[in-house]
């Protein structure tokens, strides 16, 4: 049952992100560096109220003349489903690579054929997997003008999703998030 909740400011958001999701220890990063803490995104992402702050905010930001959300796998599908529901556009759910099985669709849910598509990540580094999902999205018909994230990682993925003529909304920059931490790894 949803229950009435309180909206968040914006500052309130950032410090419960980073209470849910940055993790103090040892650990080694997909670099190879090792550092002691880490972020870890699945945390905010599985904490309902947190998803639900985060999608609020979100929500003015989707521009209006899309059909459908495109929600990437699989850090995107959370984030898209909840934003679907506050906004009432459909949601597809796409895959890293099609499967071999069943319908072998990369892109499940409704026909993307002609149809405007805004791309959602959680968090966006390079742009690497936006850009590769935007690729195989086009050949199978879709418009793609733009992308959300709720943390955009590093300004070069920005860039990256630009020179592709995709338009990119997120929520927080990452160094904004760890303002105020020593040399941030994750």
Known sequence: MLRHRLIYSQDRLKEEILKSSLLHGDFLLRSGQKSDYYFDKYRFESNPDLLYQICWRLRDRVPENIDYLAALEMGGIPIATVLSQMIEKPVIFVRKEAKKYGTAKLAEGPDIKGKRLCIIEDVITSGGQVIDSYKDL???????????????????????????????YNLFDFSDLIEGLDDAKT
Not at 146 to 158: P, T, Y
């Open 138 to 168: 086009v050949e199978r018909g879709a418009v793609i003008d733009s992308a959300m994230c709720v943390i955009l990682r590093d300004e070069k993925g920005k860039k990256s999703l630009a020179k592709k003529h995709i338009k990119l």
